[in-house]
């Protein structure tokens, strides 16, 4: 059974940083899709990042692309979510997700993913 749990959320200022960290059971990491996806109150869940299983390559959303970066230790069994330059819209709850199989245009759809984490909240505020 795949379990995810995330942690390092909290409150930060603006032009801060966090680490999110996603640690990963029941599957090994490094051969398996791990994705990020976040969800602000009253809007629907976002694909924020993924790393793929196929070459380790990752995919970003153009609002993060440059500020977040997705990172996996094999050894802790953990994939990370570096977020830099944080801004008030990253406002969200963070989640991990994990599949097996994946089409690399879908790794944003939240419906690929067949499990998840509980989530981890993140504040950008002053």
């Known amino acids: 059974q795949v379990q995810l749990v995330e942690s390092g959320g909290g409150l930060v200022q603006p032009g801060g940083s966090l680490r999110l960290s996603c640690s990963v059971s029941?599957?090994?990491?490094?051969?398996?899709?791990i994705a990020w996806f976040r969800q602000a109150p009253g809007k629907e869940r976002e694909g924020v990042g993924c790393?793929?299983?196929?070459?380790?390559?990752?995919s970003y959303a153009d609002s993060v692309k440059g500020r977040f970066t997705i990172s996996r230790d094999n050894a802790k069994a953990t994939v990370y979510l570096r977020m830099n330059n944080l801004k008030p819209e990253d406002t969200a709850v963070y989640y991990c997700?994990?599949?097996?199989?994946?089409?690399?245009?879908?790794?944003?759809?939240?419906?690929?993913?067949?499990?998840w984490g509980h989530g981890t909240q993140v504040t950008v505020s002053s």
């Open positions: 997700a994990q599949t097996e199989s994946l089409f690399r245009d879908n790794w944003n759809v939240a419906s690929e993913y067949n499990n």
């Open positions: 790393m793929f299983v196929i070459d380790g390559g990752t």
């Open positions: 029941g599957v090994t990491v490094q051969y398996t899709n």
